[in-house]
Each structure stands twice: as C-alpha cells, then as structure tokens.
C-alpha cells in the first residue's frame, strides 16, 4: 500500500516553485489543480482550494546529520535557530516554513530505523563499505534480511545457495589476512558471512550463488549495514577452515556491520556510454 498526503492551497504556482527548486522535490503527477510532489518514500499533493492547510507538521528525514546540515544551510529556507539534537526523540532536526506558514522539519534519527529506502534509493545508495561501528547486529535484522535475501532468483528455482555466518574473532582475523589489503575489510566488521551454493542442487549454482551475493547486500543496506565483496574466496583452503564442502561454491565472503560513514557514489559515466 501506497498513501499520499494532500493539502489545499492558495497559490499552486508559489508553493509549486517552492517544493520543486527550494525544497527538491520533484512532481510525481500534474492533475492541473493538483499537483503531487515526491522525495524518497514521502508523496506530498496540493490542491487548489479557497483556504490553506496548514496543520500540523511536514517532516523530511534523511540518512545523516550532514544532509540535515546541508538543508539549513540553504539561503532560500527561513531558519531561526539551528539544528539541534531532541533527546525526548533521539533525533537531530530544524524546523523552518512553507510560503503559506506550513511547519516544515528537516531531521535524521540518530538510532537505527526500520527500512524505508525506496527501490531507487537502495540501488543509488549501495556502497563497498570498509569500516563498521562496533556494534553487535541485533539476531531480529539478520532473520528478516535473510527472510528478503532468499528470494534471490536461481535457475529452476533450484534454491542452491545458503549463508554462512562468522562471529568467531580469531577466524574472522585468519580470513582477513587471506588477500592481505584485498581481504582486510573482513576484519574491521563483527560479522562475516560466506555465501555459498550447493553444486549438487543446481547446474547453474555458481550464478545462484552469486546472484544471491548482491540481493544479500541489497538487503543488509535497507537496514543500514554496510558490505564488501571480497573476491577470490573460493577455495579448498578457506572451505576446510568453514566446514564446507570442497565442491561448493563460494561467491564472496562479505564483511557485515553498521554503517561507519556513509560515501557519496564514485563518478559514473554518462548513461549513454553504457549502451552499445
């Protein structure tokens, strides 16, 4: 289920230019007296009326305190007092308003979040991370990422691939000194898992598995953790030391950990060069 919510207004025209070139919000859909506007997961309309809406509060919330910063920084916004941590709710924000008085608040939560990225936004948003927050992964995240992670495509359904878990601290260190700086990442996590398929249960078990490597991280990021693919891992020496059999496959053994700090996105090229 999908919601939106809708406001009346005076003057579209102003609160369009507003929420589309002060705010950065871009419009979902033109019904001419009304126009809805999206940022992440929050769809917001407004309608053409003889009165204002103006109840209650419009909140913005994003990743990072830096993005909180970024948005009170903005000259276009009026903002009276800086942005500052609310203990009662254990969040950083700043309020300022619309043209029309409406309560606008930019904030960030400062403890870990259920997910809310949207489809585009996890995809943006992925990152190879190689530092973690020492910080234990509560048994309820792993389970519902692995509720998401095994609906990984496979061929024939085969379902070929599982997930290895490794909390051990002196095996964690072995494998991290397996690549040297390649592998070193594994390390600085409190988990490492190996994602693995069974040659015996699919034709095409490498692509399951491997397949299933990206959807785990995919997964692990809509809760705020932070992965690495760490190639090369494949090998008799590293299944004898986790149990497993010499004929499986090992399509990366990931770090897995909270998110130390988030990176903007390397330069991509132009997505016409990807095309041929």
């Excluded at 009165?51 to 993005?67: L, V």
């Excluded at 008085?101 to 939560?109: P, S, Y």
């Excluded at 959807?215 to 809760?223: P, Q, S």
């Amino acid at each position: 289920m999908s919601g939106i919510v809708f406001k009346q207004t005076k003057d579209l025209e102003t609160i369009t230019e507003f929420y589309q070139n002060k705010i950065g919000m871009k419009l979902w859909q033109d019904q001419t007296k009304c126009k809805i506007f999206e940022k992440g997961n929050l769809q917001l309309g407004f309608c053409e009326g003889d009165t204002i809406d103006n109840d209650g509060i419009i909140t913005f919330y994003f990743d990072t305190k830096k993005e909180v910063d970024e948005f009170y920084k903005n000259k276009e916004l009026k903002v009276t007092e800086e942005p500052q941590e609310n203990k009662d709710f254990n969040i950083y924000q700043f309020f300022t308003e619309d043209p029309e008085g409406r309560t606008l608040e930019f904030q960030t939560f400062l403890h870990n979040t259920k997910p809310y990225l949207t489809g585009k936004e996890l995809l943006l948003k992925r990152r190879s991370h190689r530092e973690y927050l020492d910080k234990e992964i509560p048994e309820e995240v792993i389970n519902e990422i692995i509720d998401i992670s095994r609906y990984a495509p496979t061929s024939m359904n085969s379902q070929s691939y599982y997930f290895k878990f490794i909390r051990d601290e002196e095996l964690i260190c072995d494998l991290a000194s397996i690549r040297k700086t390649a592998s070193e990442p594994i390390k600085k996590a409190p988990v490492a898992v190996a994602i693995c398929s069974d040659n015996e249960q699919s034709n095409r078990y490498k692509q399951d598995a491997d397949i299933a490597a990206y959807h785990f991280m995919l997964a692990a990021r809509l809760y705020n953790l932070g992965t690495c693919w760490i190639a090369d891992m494949d090998r008799e020496s590293i299944k004898r030391k986790l149990d497993i059999p010499i004929d499986h496959y090992i399509a990366t053994i990931t770090p897995l950990g909270y998110i130390k700090e988030d990176k903007e996105a390397p330069e991509r090229k132009d997505p016409a060069k990807f095309i041929r």
